[in-house]
């Protein structure tokens, strides 16, 4: 219960969450992961953010994900190396390969599995979109 006001406090005005399923040593994920990274930082630029970032790793060591986030990471949260709700995540959104960035509703309804689409074919806007269907 502590856990879920510190998610709400931390995520503050934030009418959705995108889940971004990752790994620095996943090849298409250090591909995505600049154009997720300048897309949300264009999105901040121009309002306060409708949807937040949420960094759910697959690397395999906390130095391997600390450098990951350090060198391509745009300023989103991320969950603690090693956590056991990594996996949970994974198991209820059925997450099998990433890069995967999974849209939620703050109450964790889906508004889309497919956000790395989104995000390649409409940038910055993506957010937008998202954010109007929370």
Same mark, same amino acid.
């Given at each position: 219960?502590e %856990? /879920?006001h510190?998610?709400d406090?931390?995520?503050g005005? #934030?009418?959705?969450?995108?889940?971004y &399923?990752?790994?620095?040593?996943?090849?298409?994920?250090?591909?995505?992961?600049p154009?997720? %990274? /300048?897309?949300?930082?264009e999105?901040?630029e121009e309002c #306060?953010?409708?949807v937040?970032?949420? &960094?759910?790793?697959?690397?395999?060591?906390?130095?391997?994900?600390?450098?990951?986030?350090?060198?391509?990471?745009?300023?989103?949260?991320a969950?603690?190396?090693?956590?056991?709700?990594q996996?949970?995540?994974k198991?209820?959104?059925?997450?099998?390969?990433?890069?995967?960035?999974?849209?939620?509703?703050?109450?964790?309804t889906v508004?889309?599995?497919?956000g790395r689409?989104?995000?390649?074919?409409?940038?910055?806007?993506?957010?937008v979109?998202?954010?109007?269907?929370?």
């Open positions: 219960m %856990a /879920e510190a998610a406090k931390a995520l005005d #934030a009418k959705a969450v995108a889940l &399923f990752s790994a620095h040593w996943c090849p298409p994920c250090r591909m995505f992961t154009v997720l %990274a /300048e897309a949300y930082k999105m901040k #306060a953010a409708p937040e970032v949420v &960094f759910v790793s697959s690397d395999r060591s906390n130095a391997d994900m600390l450098k990951y986030m350090e060198e391509s990471h745009g300023a989103w949260y969950l603690k190396y090693g956590d056991k709700f996996q949970d995540l198991t209820k959104y059925g997450v099998s390969s990433i890069p995967t960035l999974i849209v939620i509703k703050r109450d964790g508004i889309t599995a497919n689409n989104d995000i390649q074919a409409e940038g910055p806007r993506a957010f979109k998202w954010a109007g269907a929370a």
